[in-house]
């Protein structure tokens, strides 16, 4: 093979590896939007003939639950997760085959006269053998401890609420980013204004971070074509 040759044969290696590595499809992440103010809803106050308070009036014993599109709402989040999964197979397989020929209309004989080692009654004799060994463990726990507060965006006919909120952390130029959004039950919402994590209906929460340090826990951009493309 030529200098030539072999240039362009490397290049086309090159050029194959990056092709295959930028056709795989990119893993989407859930993108992290600005959390929004809640625009406040004003109703007019209905006209109650004969009442000098109406039902949208605070109680007369202070409650500080959220109540209406605007309120806040402090989330405590507690979300833990497990999962644990074991298998192991074993097979084996033992064959032989044997085949012998002490006549056949004579010419054993001859044959035999020209190989006197050979044996008609052990001509053929084969032996398989065939095992497989294998197991695998995997195991998966995560932990998400946090307080974030919310802000009422919905309330549906049914009186529940739809929350949304966001939080931004800058430390030493890494910047953590929570966010949550979700629909919540009024009945659910403590005394104190909070409610758990685990009683959000459709809760999405997303814990991100963007600095040097979440670039440093990713591997190089060299590292993820090979392991693509690697076949082994």
């Not at 053998?129 to 726990?141: A, E, H, I, V, Y």
């Not at 826990?217 to 693509?228: F, H």
Request: glycine share 8%.
């Amino acid at each position: 093979m030529s200098w030539k040759s072999f240039i362009g044969f490397i290049s086309a290696i090159v050029i194959l590896v990056a092709v295959v590595g930028c056709s795989r499809k990119k893993t989407t992440v859930m993108q992290v939007p600005e959390p929004l103010e809640a625009p406040v809803v004003v109703h007019s106050r209905p006209i109650s003939p004969g009442s000098l308070y109406t039902g949208d009036e605070g109680n007369w014993i202070a409650d500080l639950r959220a109540r209406h599109v605007g309120d806040i709402v402090t989330v405590v989040i507690r979300e833990k997760a497990s999962a644990s999964k074991v298998s192991s197979t074993e097979t084996a397989k033992d064959t032989g085959v044997s085949a012998s020929i002490p006549t056949f209309f004579g010419f054993e004989k001859v044959v035999q006269e020209n190989n006197p080692n050979l044996d008609p009654a052990n001509l053929i004799a084969a032996q398989f053998k065939n095992n497989f060994k294998g197991s695998g463990k995997t195991t998966r726990k995560e932990d998400l401890l946090a307080t974030l507060t919310t802000q009422v965006i919905q309330i549906y006919p049914n009186g529940n609420m739809k929350i949304r909120g966001g939080k931004s952390v800058v430390v030493n130029n890494e910047n953590q980013i929570i966010y949550l959004t979700g629909i919540i039950r009024p009945f659910d919402i403590s005394a104190a204004n909070e409610v758990d994590s685990s009683k959000i209906l459709n809760a999405r929460i997303a814990y991100t971070g963007k600095g040097i340090i979440s670039d440093k826990q990713r591997p190089g951009w060299l590292t993820r074509i090979i392991d693509r493309v690697w076949p082994f």
